[in-house]
């Protein structure tokens, strides 16, 4: 992850950037998508940049975006008080992820900046890999105002969650994780620095290779509506110290953003 590492430490001379990691074998490596990269008017793929082991093509496709006539998409002029962001209509628009892949066979840690801009009814995803109903190695949602990290897994067919104790504020900036330990099986969220949720799931391996940031791959009506600045995926289930420090650091370029001691 050293290279995810250095971009993240030259975050502020960024447009707007959300790392991921591909899937090569065990291991996840880092890529990079940036604002600067995005196609005119948001048509053609949103194309990653950084180094890959493996060869492939690691690439964002933008789904419900309605070109240059649509005013959402990229916002902002990269102060706190208008950072860089995606802005997501919370019902049409989405970013499917090609080329990545989550799997409960090994440790991840995605964290996530967002700000809700409705307090939409029931559940709206932040990031997802469903494939099918109990097969969802990966999620962050929301489940009315509550962040919330899951997996959902068969035999038995069970939804394994870890959610904040109270809903979220709209317009707010937030910093969300959620950290997967594959060795012992324990699922956390951990909301503005700090742990808020635990939970552990049986033994047994599921995959997706069907990532989508801002919705639900499979299932329609589950968009997120409002922004999201930043995304980090990473091959480790990172200590707390680390996701508290990232978000320290982050939450400079976010007027509002708070993240506990």
Known sequence: MKVGFEFFANSVSLAAWLIFAASNAAAWQSVVFQAANLPHCQQGPWKAVGTEKSGGSITGRLLGFRGCADTFGFHGNGTPNDPYRLALDGESESIEIEGLEATTRADYTVQVWFRAKSNKKGLTMLVDSRTDRFYVPLRMRILDGKVQ????????????????????????????ACRFRARFRELSL???????????????????NRIRIGGDPSVDGENFPGDIAEVVF????????????????????????????
Request: aromatic share 8%.
């Open 234 to 261: 990473s091959e480790k289930s990172e200590d707390a110290n680390v996701i508290r420090a990232r978000c320290k650091e982050e939450s400079q370029r976010f007027t509002g953003a708070e993240c506990q001691k």
């Open 190 to 208: 951990f909301l503005n620095g700090s742990i808020s949720g635990s939970t552990r799931i049986p033994p047994g391996s599921i995959r997706s």
């Open 149 to 176: 990290c899951s997996i959902e897994m068969p035999f038995p067919d069970r939804i394994y969650v870890a959610s904040s104790s109270g809903p979220i504020a709209l317009s707010k900036w937030y910093d969300a």
